[in-house]
């Protein structure tokens, strides 16, 4: 599974922004998709999270409200639309996708990460 990320910029407080994350390869493995963040000095972040079956989506409460993620399935897209965006929401945003496979040796995940996008707010 190939991943890439476009849409990043800067903003201002209060702006938007979508950012878009095509998947390439064995897609139809894919059991959730998700975006992540990384701030300066700081770890990688759960920022949203969608299922594949189901569309379930989850977010962290910094972003709930602001923030939608959705994907198109036909089109092998993820989205992030990112509203009412902060100086706090500054940070590189990766795309990632996690594939569940079974053999005779058991249950497998492999997670695969895009080359991430910056996202700078300013105030």
């Known amino acids: 599974v190939q991943l890439v990320e476009s849409g990043g910029g800067l903003v201002q407080a209060g702006g938007s922004l979508r950012l878009s994350c095509a998947a390439s390869?064995?897609?139809?493995?894919?059991?959730?998709m998700a975006w992540y963040r990384q701030a300066p000095g700081k770890q990688r972040e759960l920022v949203a999270r969608?299922?594949?079956?189901?569309?379930?989506?989850n977010y962290a409460d910094s972003v709930w409200g602001r923030f939608t993620i959705s994907r198109d399935n036909a089109a092998n897209m993820m989205y992030l639309q990112m509203n009412s965006l902060k100086p706090e929401d500054t940070a590189v945003y990766y795309c990632?996708?996690?594939?569940?496979?079974?053999?005779?040796?058991?249950?497998?995940?492999?997670?695969?990460w895009g080359q991430g996008t910056q996202v700078t707010v300013s105030s």
């Open positions: 990632n996708a996690l594939r569940i496979t079974m053999d005779t040796m058991g249950t497998h995940e492999n997670n695969y």
């Open positions: 969608i299922e594949s079956g189901t569309g379930t989506t």
């Open positions: 390869g064995y897609t139809f493995t894919i059991s959730a």
